[in-house]
């Protein structure tokens, strides 16, 4: 079956300090990916999406996110992590119907000073 | 522009009452989708409709009813609440599945 999975629940990060998070993919297919961000007491917001072509893909917010397929992963990441960036972090991918969004668990960042 | 509407924001219920949770969108979306979010487990999928009359289940429908009569609005029904349903509820719409606009959610308690 396909999913999707957050291997870190919650990561700590200096601010300043380079971010990596790591969603890895179970799909048959190159499936339609997504990283979503969520701030405290906040609805979800899309940071990027891949669908096909370049595997690197630039988002809002200054992230980015790697599309690997050798290793079933889409790795979101920062290069310089800010205060504000302290929220909760959802991979996604679509169903295959293509109707729906299907969540990974998350992973909690905190940013500390 | 209001985007995604969710009422109420808070509620509490006894178990076997019903309620219904209204969610409204200003953005002439098609797709539509109720889901929960709990401590450990993500957001998951309730129930989701791809246009006006239609509805699909998600991942984990049991309990839950929902209607969409008009474009605009997508209601989410618990017919008899279990302490089970206890969580926070987000409605989302898009014009596609892959940019989804959510509400600000809705935090139910069922005791």
């Known amino acids: 079956a396909q999913s999707v999975t957050q291997p870190d629940i919650h990561i700590t990060v200096s601010e300043g300090a380079s971010l990596e998070l790591r969603c890895n993919y179970s799909?048959?297919?190159?499936?339609?990916l997504f990283w979503y961000v969520q701030s405290p007491g906040q609805g979800l917001q899309l940071l990027l999406k891949?669908?096909?072509?370049?595997?690197l893909v630039q988002g809002i917010k200054g992230f980015e996110a790697e599309f690997k397929r050798s290793q079933s992963s889409f790795n979101l990441r920062k290069p310089s992590v800010h205060w504000s960036d302290a929220a909760e972090y959802f991979c996604?991918?679509?169903?295959?119907?293509?109707?729906?969004?299907?969540f990974g668990k998350g992973t909690t960042l905190s940013v500390s000073s | 522009n209001a985007g995604v509407t969710q009422t109420p924001k808070f509620r509490v219920l006894k178990t076997g009452q019903s309620m219904t949770l209204l969610c409204a969108q200003d953005?002439?979306?098609?797709?539509m989708y109720w889901y929960r979010q709990d401590p450990g487990m993500g957001l998951r999928l309730i129930h989701y409709?791809?246009?006006?009359?239609?509805?699909a289940k998600g991942e984990v429908p049991d309990g839950y009813n929902v209607s969409r009569l008009k474009k605009q609005n997508f209601l989410l029904g618990l017919e008899s609440a279990a302490p089970s349903q206890t969580s926070v509820y987000f409605c989302?719409?898009?014009?596609?599945?892959?940019?989804?606009?959510f509400g600000e959610g809705s935090r139910l308690t069922v005791l």
């Open positions: 953005m002439n979306h098609e797709y």
């Open positions: 989302a719409s898009g014009a596609t599945t892959g940019e989804l606009f």
């Open positions: 799909y048959g297919a190159t499936p339609y």
């Open positions: 891949y669908f096909s072509g370049d595997t």
């Open positions: 996604a991918y679509d169903n295959q119907a293509g109707t729906a969004l299907i």
């Open positions: 409709s791809v246009g006006e009359g239609t509805t």
